[in-house]
T-cell receptor
Framework: GDSVTQMEGPVTLSEEAFLTINCTYT??????LFWYVQYPGEGLQLLLK?????DKGSNKGFEATYRKETTSFHLEKGSVQVSDSAVYFC????????????FGRGTQLTVWP | ETGVTQTPRHLVMGMTNKKSLKCEQH?????MYWYKQSAKKPLELMFV???????ENNSVPSRFSPECPNSSHLFLHLHTLQPEDSALYLC????????????????FGPGTRLTVT
């Protein structure tokens, strides 16, 4: 069945370090792909998305490219900040009438000054 | 401000109590969702509503009873819960669910932190 797998955390980085959080998906169709972020005590917020192969989603210095050949949507940021500390969720949908989003387990990121 | 509000933000209830969680969205969406987020477990989809009609019940125990009186409001009625039901309950909304390859970007509320004692 459809699913999303993302690297397990926690990930701990120093400020200005490079960030990669891996995400791969399995789907029978052509899903749209998303990264959501959850700050402490809050709900999930959409960070970026891509709706077709080779699309690049970007926001707040974060980027992810929809790679159909490797079924991946890895999240990257060139220089993280303390304020980026949060839990990051990769998700995929199929555009079906069920409206189901398949979420990864989440990756906790902690950035130290 | 995400456009999706949830009340209360925190709730403590005994196993014999009856309580309700409320969600309201101000985004003009027609699909709404309940999720359960427990520690160390993946986000679990519970219910989906599209134009006030329930389209998915993800094998949720009957002690959780959803209600969607209109496209802007969603409730989760709780009764005789168990301690393992303690979790963060998230509401989300999106554009109406139709086929054709649209992406279903969901907008989340801040959640209700539920503790069952």
């Amino acid at each position: 069945g459809d699913s999303v797998t993302q690297m397990e955390g926690p990930v701990t980085l120093s400020e200005e370090a490079f960030l990669t959080i891996n995400c791969t998906y399995t789907a029978t169709g052509y899903p749209s792909l998303f990264w959501y972020v959850q700050y402490p005590g809050e709900g999930l917020q959409l960070l970026l998305k891509a709706t077709k192969a080779d699309d690049k989603g970007s926001n707040k210095g974060f980027e992810a490219t929809y790679r159909k050949e490797t079924t991946s949507f890895h999240l990257e940021k060139g220089s993280v900040q303390v304020s980026d500390s949060a839990v990051y969720f990769c998700a995929a949908d199929r555009g079906s009438t069920l409206g189901r989003l398949y979420f990864g387990r989440g990756t906790q990121l902690t950035v130290w000054p | 401000e995400t456009g999706v509000t949830q009340t209360p933000r925190h709730l403590v209830m005994g196993m014999t109590n009856k309580k309700s969680l409320k969600c309201e969205q101000h985004l003009g969406h027609n699909a709404m969702y309940w999720y359960k987020q427990s520690a160390k477990k993946p986000l679990e989809l519970m219910f989906v509503y599209n134009f006030k009609e329930q389209t998915e019940n993800n094998s949720v125990p009957s002690r959780f009873s959803p209600e969607c009186p209109n496209s802007s409001h969603l409730f989760l009625h709780l009764h005789t819960l168990q301690p393992e039901d303690s979790a963060l309950y998230l509401c989300a909304s999106s554009q109406e669910l139709v086929g054709g390859g649209s992406s279903y970007e969901q907008y989340f509320g801040p959640g209700t932190r539920l503790t069952v004692t």
